[in-house]
């Protein structure tokens, strides 16, 4: 069966991305304005009919903030379809009953293993997706304490490594960085961090070697 609309895994629910279901009906006008309108409309309630997600910004999308993406339930979604009470709307609403239908069956015929296998495999997926955007976050929060490209606080990139540093070890670890970027002439940046004031930033190439080192005697 094509997927007209994908169906994803939120917070361990089947759901339906706002904007796609969007997309599939061919509303021909703004998103915004057509969520925001069902919603109020239809008195469709938070955290029961649909959820809302802060995702952080792609790197490399300049200056534009963080987004919210809208999951719907596939109740909501059904009804969103009928409302629209046009071709297209109740050609989604029938995949939506067809798929629920031969989703039914297919789970009907399975072994108990079977349904546990499925149900690994879901939050498998959830935890991968769980895992990316986390490491979203990481990269743009390094990213806070950055200078020119390639260069990093100290704290920005024990951000990025997943590593836990306090201030008094990342003032050791950034006069060891000092005193290797001259000694192997690399320049020493200049960022602002939100936390420390001015901070010194210096090259990938010497905070790994500066990190690996510290991790070989327990960082």
Known sequence: MNDLVKIERVEGKEAVNARALWSALEIGRDFTTWLKSRIEKYQFVAGSD???ESR?????????GASTEYFLTIGMAKELCMVENNEKGREVRRWFIQR???LSRVEAGMSPIEILA???QMLLEQSKKIQEQDNRLSQIEARLTTSPTDFYAVSGYASLRGIQIDI????ILGRKASKLSRESDYPIGEASDPRFGRV???H???????????TTHGL
Do not use: H, V, W
């Open 100 to 102: 629920e239908s031969e």
């Open 204 to 214: 990938l190439d010497i905070l790994k070697t500066i990190f690996d080192q510290e």
């Open 50 to 52: 649909f959820i809302m």
């Open 168 to 171: 008094s070890k990342a003032s």
């Open 56 to 64: 952080p910004p792609e790197l490399g999308s300049g200056n534009r």
């Open 200 to 202: 010194n930033t210096y």
């Open 118 to 120: 499925r149900s690994a």
